[in-house]
């Protein structure tokens, strides 16, 4: 259910949030961010719980925890983009040499991972579903959601069949 505030209302409820992201923002410092950066995610974050949920006594820790992971999520993704060329691996030629000239994807390929996406998506119930096409369409899930969603496609794909 969604639920709407004035304007007014939600710069007095953000107002209340305001401590909260300046003791966050000391613990996890993102250097690329100022302190405008930290307040508009933090404006992003409260209207994503107002829209989930109406607001309740428990806001405020809902806020700091699902604030609290998304620096979690940026300050990591900050960290692996810094060490981008820090991890190149190495590939054997000899190996790999039938794709590496291929200049894209083959008809083979094509066929292979659209036979695997199809039987991945029957194997998933319909909430799974709607989580892969949004993961497809390039939305942002939650660490939860695209957690799960990776364990559901790996019990599927690599699942015995012992029959």
């Known amino acids: 259910m969604t639920y709407y505030l004035e ?26 961010w100022d302190i405008e950066d930290y307040y508009q995610e933090g404006m992003i974050i409260l209207h994503h719980l107002l829209e989930e949920n109406h607001p309740s006594t428990n806001i405020y820790t ?4 699902k604030y609290h992971q998304r620096l979690i999520d940026e300050l990591r993704h900050s960290y692996a983009q810094k060490r981008l060329h820090d991890h190149f691996v190495g590939l054997d030629i000899y190996e790999c040499s039938d794709w590496i000239d291929a200049g894209g994807s083959t008809p083979e390929s094509e066929l292979v991972f659209n036979h695997l996406l199809a039987e991945v998506y029957e194997g998933l119930s319909a909430h799974y579903q709607e989580l892969l096409v949004r993961q497809m369409r390039g939305e942002e899930l939650t660490r939860m959601e695209r957690y799960r969603l990776r364990e559901k496609i790996k019990n599927i794909l690599f ?3 012992d029959d």
Do not use: C, H, T, Y
């Open 62 to 65: 809902k806020f700091k925890v």
């Open 159 to 161: 699942s015995r069949d």
């Open 7 to 32: 304007e007014n209302e939600f710069e007095g409820l953000f107002s209340g949030m305001k401590p909260i992201i300046r003791k966050l923002m000391k613990q996890i410092r993102i250097k690329a």
